[in-house]
Protein backbone atom coordinates (compact mmCIF):
# COMPACT_ATOMS: atom_id res chain seq x y z
CA UNK A 1 0.00 0.00 0.00
CA UNK A 2 1.06 3.42 -1.00
CA UNK A 3 1.27 5.92 1.61
CA UNK A 4 0.92 9.17 -0.33
CA UNK A 5 -1.95 9.97 -1.72
CA UNK A 6 -2.77 9.92 -5.48
CA UNK A 7 -2.37 13.55 -6.40
CA UNK A 8 0.96 13.93 -4.39
CA UNK A 9 2.04 10.81 -6.02
CA UNK A 10 1.03 12.49 -9.49
CA UNK A 11 3.11 15.23 -9.02
CA UNK A 12 5.91 13.38 -6.88
CA UNK A 13 6.03 15.14 -4.62
CA UNK A 14 5.37 14.03 -0.39
CA UNK A 15 3.83 16.19 2.41
CA UNK A 16 7.54 17.71 2.89
CA UNK A 17 7.57 19.28 -0.76
CA UNK A 18 11.43 19.06 -0.93
CA UNK A 19 12.34 15.87 0.29
CA UNK A 20 15.89 15.98 -2.17
CA UNK A 21 16.73 18.96 -1.80
CA UNK A 22 19.35 18.65 0.74
CA UNK A 23 20.40 15.71 -0.62
CA UNK A 24 20.75 17.04 -3.95
CA UNK A 25 22.52 20.11 -2.71
CA UNK A 26 24.80 18.27 -0.47
CA UNK A 27 26.12 16.66 -3.55
CA UNK A 28 26.07 19.59 -6.14
CA UNK A 29 28.07 21.67 -3.71
CA UNK A 30 30.58 18.33 -3.38
CA UNK A 31 31.05 18.20 -7.17
CA UNK A 32 31.50 22.11 -7.56
CA UNK A 33 33.99 21.58 -4.34
CA UNK A 34 36.12 19.10 -6.10
CA UNK A 35 37.13 21.63 -8.69
CA UNK A 36 37.23 24.24 -6.54
CA UNK A 37 39.21 22.35 -4.21
CA UNK A 38 41.97 21.75 -7.51
CA UNK A 39 42.26 25.79 -8.19
CA UNK A 40 42.75 25.58 -4.40
CA UNK A 41 45.45 23.63 -4.13
CA UNK A 42 46.86 25.11 -7.49
CA UNK A 43 47.01 28.58 -5.88
CA UNK A 44 48.92 27.35 -2.44
CA UNK A 45 51.41 25.92 -4.60
CA UNK A 46 51.76 29.28 -6.49
CA UNK A 47 51.74 31.27 -3.38
CA UNK A 48 53.87 28.83 -1.86
CA UNK A 49 56.98 30.64 -0.29
CA UNK A 50 55.96 33.97 -1.52
CA UNK A 51 55.35 37.21 0.64
CA UNK A 52 51.92 39.60 1.13
CA UNK A 53 52.35 41.69 -1.93
CA UNK A 54 52.17 38.21 -3.92
CA UNK A 55 49.24 37.25 -2.46
CA UNK A 56 47.30 40.34 -2.57
CA UNK A 57 48.34 40.53 -6.53
CA UNK A 58 46.97 36.72 -6.66
CA UNK A 59 43.97 37.42 -5.02
CA UNK A 60 43.52 41.05 -7.09
CA UNK A 61 43.25 39.32 -10.56
CA UNK A 62 39.59 38.75 -11.22
CA UNK A 63 39.76 35.83 -12.41
CA UNK A 64 40.73 34.04 -9.28
CA UNK A 65 38.79 36.85 -6.98
CA UNK A 66 35.66 35.05 -8.60
CA UNK A 67 37.18 31.54 -8.13
CA UNK A 68 38.03 32.35 -4.19
CA UNK A 69 34.50 34.20 -3.66
CA UNK A 70 32.62 31.08 -4.66
CA UNK A 71 34.54 28.65 -3.01
CA UNK A 72 33.74 30.37 0.01
CA UNK A 73 29.96 30.19 -0.68
CA UNK A 74 29.83 26.92 -1.66
CA UNK A 75 32.52 25.30 1.47
CA UNK A 76 30.61 27.11 3.97
CA UNK A 77 27.37 25.93 2.16
CA UNK A 78 28.43 22.66 2.35
CA UNK A 79 29.78 22.92 5.50
CA UNK A 80 26.01 23.93 6.85
CA UNK A 81 24.28 21.34 5.24
CA UNK A 82 27.10 18.77 6.63
CA UNK A 83 27.01 19.86 9.94
CA UNK A 84 22.60 20.41 9.64
CA UNK A 85 22.81 16.10 9.43
CA UNK A 86 25.38 15.28 11.76
CA UNK A 87 23.62 17.60 14.63
CA UNK A 88 20.04 16.00 13.56
CA UNK A 89 21.72 12.46 13.88
CA UNK A 90 23.51 12.77 16.92
CA UNK A 91 21.56 15.78 19.13
CA UNK A 92 18.39 14.30 20.80
CA UNK A 93 17.67 17.29 22.68
CA UNK A 94 15.05 19.61 20.80
CA UNK A 95 15.87 23.39 22.29
CA UNK A 96 19.92 22.59 22.33
CA UNK A 97 19.45 20.75 18.62
CA UNK A 98 17.46 23.72 17.16
CA UNK A 99 19.62 26.04 18.79
CA UNK A 100 22.85 24.13 17.39
CA UNK A 101 21.05 24.55 13.73
CA UNK A 102 20.46 28.19 14.34
CA UNK A 103 23.82 28.73 15.18
CA UNK A 104 25.31 26.61 12.01
CA UNK A 105 23.25 28.80 10.10
CA UNK A 106 24.17 32.35 11.29
CA UNK A 107 27.63 31.41 11.27
CA UNK A 108 28.14 30.05 8.18
CA UNK A 109 26.10 33.01 6.52
CA UNK A 110 28.16 35.08 8.35
CA UNK A 111 31.95 33.85 6.87
CA UNK A 112 30.22 33.81 3.21
CA UNK A 113 29.56 37.53 3.95
CA UNK A 114 33.44 38.39 5.64
CA UNK A 115 35.08 36.42 3.35
CA UNK A 116 33.41 37.70 0.19
CA UNK A 117 33.89 41.16 2.17
CA UNK A 118 37.56 40.71 1.98
CA UNK A 119 37.59 39.29 -1.29
CA UNK A 120 35.96 42.65 -2.54
CA UNK A 121 38.42 44.72 -0.63
CA UNK A 122 41.51 43.00 -2.19
CA UNK A 123 39.99 42.88 -5.67
CA UNK A 124 39.40 46.75 -5.65
CA UNK A 125 42.79 47.58 -3.78
CA UNK A 126 40.86 49.42 -0.78
CA UNK B 1 2.23 11.86 24.27
CA UNK B 2 5.07 10.05 25.20
CA UNK B 3 7.04 8.38 22.40
CA UNK B 4 6.98 4.31 22.89
CA UNK B 5 10.73 3.38 23.62
CA UNK B 6 11.47 1.44 20.59
CA UNK B 7 14.46 -1.09 19.75
CA UNK B 8 16.96 0.68 17.22
CA UNK B 9 19.19 -1.18 15.53
CA UNK B 10 22.79 -0.47 17.23
CA UNK B 11 25.20 2.62 16.42
CA UNK B 12 28.42 0.79 13.64
CA UNK B 13 30.62 1.68 16.14
CA UNK B 14 30.65 -0.13 19.71
CA UNK B 15 30.28 -3.33 21.36
CA UNK B 16 28.10 -4.95 18.69
CA UNK B 17 30.21 -5.10 15.75
CA UNK B 18 33.55 -5.56 14.71
CA UNK B 19 35.24 -2.55 13.56
CA UNK B 20 35.30 -2.64 9.73
CA UNK B 21 36.88 -0.46 6.81
CA UNK B 22 33.87 0.40 5.53
CA UNK B 23 32.27 1.66 8.91
CA UNK B 24 35.04 3.17 10.18
CA UNK B 25 35.31 4.97 6.47
CA UNK B 26 31.87 6.26 6.97
CA UNK B 27 32.11 7.72 10.74
CA UNK B 28 35.60 9.31 9.64
CA UNK B 29 34.13 10.97 6.58
CA UNK B 30 31.74 12.74 9.05
CA UNK B 31 34.55 13.40 11.29
CA UNK B 32 36.69 14.92 8.70
CA UNK B 33 34.14 16.75 7.58
CA UNK B 34 32.88 18.31 10.91
CA UNK B 35 36.70 19.24 11.90
CA UNK B 36 36.83 20.83 8.16
CA UNK B 37 33.82 22.55 8.36
CA UNK B 38 34.97 24.14 12.38
CA UNK B 39 38.48 24.59 11.72
CA UNK B 40 39.73 24.25 8.23
CA UNK B 41 37.59 26.41 6.72
CA UNK B 42 37.22 29.64 9.44
CA UNK B 43 41.59 29.02 8.99
CA UNK B 44 41.20 29.62 5.22
CA UNK B 45 39.29 32.67 6.10
CA UNK B 46 41.38 34.02 8.76
CA UNK B 47 44.17 33.63 6.04
CA UNK B 48 42.48 35.89 3.83
CA UNK B 49 41.22 38.50 6.04
CA UNK B 50 44.90 38.66 7.54
CA UNK B 51 46.01 39.25 3.88
CA UNK B 52 43.63 42.44 3.40
CA UNK B 53 44.69 43.76 6.67
CA UNK B 54 48.16 44.18 5.42
CA UNK B 55 51.75 43.20 5.62
CA UNK B 56 52.14 43.42 9.40
CA UNK B 57 48.54 41.30 9.58
CA UNK B 58 49.90 38.95 7.49
CA UNK B 59 53.22 38.19 9.00
CA UNK B 60 51.50 37.70 12.79
CA UNK B 61 49.31 35.15 11.20
CA UNK B 62 52.46 33.28 9.46
CA UNK B 63 54.14 33.48 12.82
CA UNK B 64 51.07 31.97 14.52
CA UNK B 65 50.66 29.02 11.57
CA UNK B 66 54.57 28.39 11.96
CA UNK B 67 54.62 27.72 15.51
CA UNK B 68 54.20 24.04 16.80
CA UNK B 69 50.45 23.77 16.82
CA UNK B 70 49.68 26.10 14.19
CA UNK B 71 52.23 23.32 12.37
CA UNK B 72 49.79 20.77 13.85
CA UNK B 73 46.58 22.31 13.12
CA UNK B 74 47.81 22.65 9.72
CA UNK B 75 49.19 18.93 8.87
CA UNK B 76 45.65 17.84 10.44
CA UNK B 77 43.76 19.86 7.91
CA UNK B 78 45.67 18.74 4.98
CA UNK B 79 45.20 14.98 5.83
CA UNK B 80 41.37 15.84 6.82
CA UNK B 81 41.00 17.67 3.36
CA UNK B 82 42.96 14.96 1.30
CA UNK B 83 40.48 12.48 3.33
CA UNK B 84 37.17 14.27 2.74
CA UNK B 85 38.12 15.19 -1.04
CA UNK B 86 38.68 11.34 -2.29
CA UNK B 87 36.58 9.35 -0.40
CA UNK B 88 33.71 12.23 -1.46
CA UNK B 89 34.68 10.93 -4.78
CA UNK B 90 34.15 7.25 -3.09
CA UNK B 91 30.67 8.05 -1.65
CA UNK B 92 29.30 10.18 -5.11
CA UNK B 93 30.00 7.06 -7.14
CA UNK B 94 28.40 4.80 -4.94
CA UNK B 95 25.53 8.01 -5.16
CA UNK B 96 24.97 6.66 -8.89
CA UNK B 97 24.19 3.18 -7.67
CA UNK B 98 27.79 1.80 -8.78
CA UNK B 99 30.37 0.05 -7.01
CA UNK B 100 28.20 -0.92 -4.28
CA UNK B 101 29.68 -4.22 -3.59
CA UNK B 102 31.53 -5.37 -1.03
CA UNK B 103 34.32 -6.53 -2.58
CA UNK B 104 34.77 -3.07 -4.74
CA UNK B 105 33.78 -0.81 -1.77
CA UNK B 106 36.73 -2.07 0.16
CA UNK B 107 39.07 -1.70 -3.09
CA UNK B 108 37.83 1.57 -3.32
CA UNK B 109 38.26 2.06 0.33
CA UNK B 110 41.90 1.15 0.56
CA UNK B 111 42.55 3.00 -2.68
CA UNK B 112 41.51 6.67 -0.46
CA UNK B 113 43.75 6.04 2.48
CA UNK B 114 46.55 5.00 0.20
CA UNK B 115 45.29 8.10 -1.58
CA UNK B 116 44.88 10.62 1.27
CA UNK B 117 48.50 9.65 2.42
CA UNK B 118 50.03 10.52 -1.07
CA UNK B 119 47.84 13.93 -1.27
CA UNK B 120 49.05 14.44 2.02
CA UNK B 121 52.88 14.46 1.87
CA UNK B 122 52.40 16.49 -1.33
CA UNK B 123 50.34 19.27 0.11
CA UNK B 124 52.46 19.64 3.05
CA UNK B 125 55.91 19.32 1.15
CA UNK B 126 54.77 22.50 -0.57
CA UNK B 127 53.06 23.78 2.19
CA UNK B 128 56.10 23.57 5.06
Known amino acids: MSMINPLARARGLGSA ?11 ASAVLLILLTGWLIFALISLSGTGHAEAVA ?4 PGNAAFLSVLIITMFYHAMLGLQVVIEDYVHHPVVEIILYFITRAGAFLCMALGIIHVLKLALGA | MKAKQRPLSPFMIGPYYKPQLTSLMSISH ?4 VFLSVVAAPLLLWWLVALSSGPQAYDSMLACLGGWIGKLTLIACVFALSFHLLNGIRHLVWDTGRALDIRTAYTA ?6 GTVILSA ?5 LL
Open chain 1, 17 to 27: KSGVHHWYAQR
Open chain 1, 58 to 61: FIAK
Open chain 2, 30 to 33: RASG
Open chain 2, 109 to 114: GWLVLI
Open chain 2, 122 to 126: VLLGV
